[in-house]
């Protein structure tokens, strides 16, 4: 029977998984306080992977993911992930984080900056062991990789877990949101150096330059559009600095990520915007996640990969945590605060694994710490919302404070 069935035939097999499995995981167990639908989806793409339902059942595994397929869901997932980083671009509000740049600027820096500095001791100690570190990398490139991504906080998630919370419109919301937004913009410079390529520079340079050019152009031009007109020219956009971004050697998810910075929210009507984010998660993005999870690997062991990751989780939910309540020490925060406020942004599903993904797409990592590092992502998105409701029903009043 398998001999018969063409590839897209087993490639619609491998949709109809992709969907069913997490969803019925999601509805019939009834995760959403503790594992929402996008981190079931996530896991199910690890499960469904080479080390788990590859392990388990080999012949299976290699029936349904053969290499015609998993290129067709690898470019699905590559413009599902392109619109959604872009969407994550256009919604940075710099403008407020400017109004407020005391206040952002200290507490965006000490929630980036501590996690950072804890992620890239970790990374050090994983230097003592041989397997992590990526063939391509520098020294300095591994340990501020994975330094960065236990830093991360992933803001299209967090909006979507405020949403639920029912604190996203709110003043605190609205705070943490302008944190967000400018650890986004460092984490994505960031990214940059580490993916500058001393051999390529004069490329990168022109890109800069051409895409600042470009950019002046594209708001000129889209001033002049109608609405419905800018959301077509947005995609030809992001489709264009993405080719452009990863000739240049920066990866195209720097390009989609500037391709939206420079796009103002203001230009679409929010209400079509969350509609676009929510039917990209809904509709292609867990292709994403599935081809994410085709890319883990075991091979130096589960228990070394779970210790890696443990190691992982406690610096950056600690170092999170910590960085947030000096910030609530500097700017006189009532109690509690800083502890709702660093639980949020612990938030790293989504970001942290679109950002592993380019450090292992540049073999900076190997698959052995970008399995690490999915499985930290995956624990500290889900301990937000358990943790955080109960302080959110003891501390009403901080909902409303705006500053």
């Known amino acids: 029977m398998h001999a018969a069935l063409t590839t897209s035939e087993i490639f619609l097999i491998a949709m109809t998984l992709i969907f ?41 595994y290699n029936f349904v993911f053969t290499p015609q397929v998993i290129q067709s869901l690898n470019g699905i997932a590559w413009w599902a992930v392109m619109i959604f980083v872009w969407i994550a671009g256009i919604e940075l509000d710099l403008r407020q984080a400017w109004k407020y740049r005391r206040e952002s600027g200290i507490t965006a820096g000490l929630a980036l900056g501590t996690p950072l ?19 391509q990398a520098y020294t300095w490139q591994f340990i501020a990789g994975v330094g960065m991504a236990c830093a991360v906080t992933a803001l299209p998630i967090l909006i979507l877990f405020m949403e639920k919370l029912a604190i996203l419109r709110q003043p605190i919301g609205q705070r943490i949101l302008r944190y967000a937004s400018m650890d986004d913009v460092a984490i994505w410079g960031v990214l940059a150096l580490i993916l500058m390529d001393w051999e390529r520079v004069g490329r990168q340079a022109g890109f800069l330059i051409a895409f600042a050019v470009a950019s002046y152009l594209f708001r000129k031009l889209m001033l002049w559009l109608e609405e ?71 091979a130096m062991g589960g228990s070394m ?6 190691v992982l989780l406690f610096a950056s939910v600690s170092g999170k945590l910590i960085g947030v309540h000096a910030a609530g020490k500097i700017l006189k925060w009532k109690p509690g605060e800083a502890s709702l406020i660093g639980w949020l942004l612990q938030t790293k599903a989504l970001i942290m694994i679109i950002f592993a993904n380019i450090l ?43 500053k």
């Open 305 to 310: 990969v779970f210790i890696a990751a443990a």
């Open 117 to 135: 500095l804890f992620g890239c001791l970790a990374a050090a100690g994983m230097l003592m062991y041989d397997g992590w570190m990526g063939p």
């Open 360 to 402: 292992l797409d540049k073999q900076i990592i190997t698959s052995e710490t970008f399995t690490a590092l999915l499985l930290m992502a995956v624990a500290s998105t889900m301990l937000t919302v358990p943790v955080v409701s109960p302080k959110l029903e003891r501390m009403k009043e901080i909902i409303f404070r705006s």
């Open 228 to 298: 419905r007109d800018r959301w077509y020219v947005g995609l030809i956009w992001l489709a264009a600095c993405g080719l452009a971004a990863d000739w240049a050697g920066l990866h195209f998810m720097v390009g989609a990520f500037l391709a939206g910075a420079v796009t103002d929210s203001h230009w679409f009507d929010q209400k079509k915007m969350d509609l676009m984010r929510h039917h990209v998660l809904l509709v292609i993005m867990p292709v994403f996640f599935l081809s994410t999870g085709l890319r883990t690997n075991w």
């Open 20 to 60: 069913t499995i997490p969803y019925l995981i999601w509805r019939v167990g009834r995760t959403e306080y503790y594992a929402p639908l996008v981190v079931v989806q996530i896991i199910t793409g690890i499960l469904l992977g080479p080390g788990i339902l590859g392990a388990a059942f080999p012949d299976y």
